[in-house]
């Protein structure tokens, strides 16, 4: 099994443009999550879902809009880049109810210029 | 949702056993305790998890008081590769519970010296 993969490993983008990060899991979990990590910091929580079709809001979702129109991909959008964006950000899923281990991509290395 | 509060940053030599402690002091009566071990530019990944008293596997030991406001994470012998970010996490994943949303706290950065 891949486990959890993320889309692409790596980006550089201007400021203003758009992207999109794609999560993908194989695992048939419910739960899907997106954390940031700046140098040198912890994961912050910016969005995760509880199943196919609902998403909520996580620490810092400002910025950023996400997506589970399927049950096994959770996409992280950026509108408008911007250089406090620049972050390495994170993946992970788990299936409820479930005592078990969070689940990790590799993580997405992202810099806006 | 239960705050965590770790140290910052712990010191520690080849061989020597390592305590790293985690505070959370509002715990939900259905949140579980788990740790996370994190090297530089990989995602965390999983290493204990409890929910009271003392649990045990191949790489750790984690003890939970009864009053479960604190939760301590045993590594026993540590080696240099043992050097990573350790995070513990509290949450609880039920239908319709009121953790789901997982936030880690800063974590405790372990440099194991030789």
């Known amino acids: 099994n891949a486990g959890v993969t993320q889309t692409p490993k790596f980006r550089v983008l201007k400021t203003g443009q758009s992207m999109t990060l794609l999560c993908a899991q194989d695992?048939?979990?419910?739960?899907m999550y997106w954390y940031r990590q700046d140098p040198g910091m912890g994961l912050r929580l910016i969005h995760y879902s509880v199943g196919e079709g609902t998403t909520a809001k996580g620490e810092v979702p400002d910025g950023y809009n996400v997506s589970r129109l399927k049950k096994q991909n959770f996409l992280l959008g950026l509108e408008s880049a911007a250089p406090s964006q620049t972050s390495v950000y994170f993946c992970?899923?788990?299936?409820?109810?479930?005592?078990?281990?969070?689940?990790f991509g590799e993580g997405s290395r992202l810099t806006v210029l | 949702l239960a705050k965590t509060t770790q140290p910052i940053s712990m010191d520690s030599y080849e061989g020597q056993e390592v305590n790293i402690t985690c505070s959370h002091n509002?715990?939900?009566?259905?949140?579980?305790i788990t740790w996370y071990q994190q090297f530089p530019s990989q995602g965390p990944r999983f290493i204990i998890q409890?929910?009271?008293t003392k649990v045990t596997n191949e790489v750790a030991s984690l003890f939970i008081p009864a009053d479960r406001k604190s939760s301590t994470l045993s590594l026993p012998r540590v080696s240099l590769s043992d050097t990573a970010v350790y995070y513990c996490?509290?949450?609880?994943?039920?239908?319709?519970?009121?953790?789901?949303?997982?936030?880690f706290g800063t974590g405790t950065l372990l440099a194991v010296q030789p």
């Open positions: 996490l509290v949450g609880g994943l039920f239908r319709g519970g009121a953790t789901n949303k997982l936030i």
């Open positions: 409890g929910y009271k």
């Open positions: 695992m048939n979990h419910e739960y």
């Open positions: 992970a899923s788990i299936a409820p109810p479930n005592t078990g281990e969070l689940f």
């Open positions: 509002n715990i939900a009566t259905n949140d579980y």
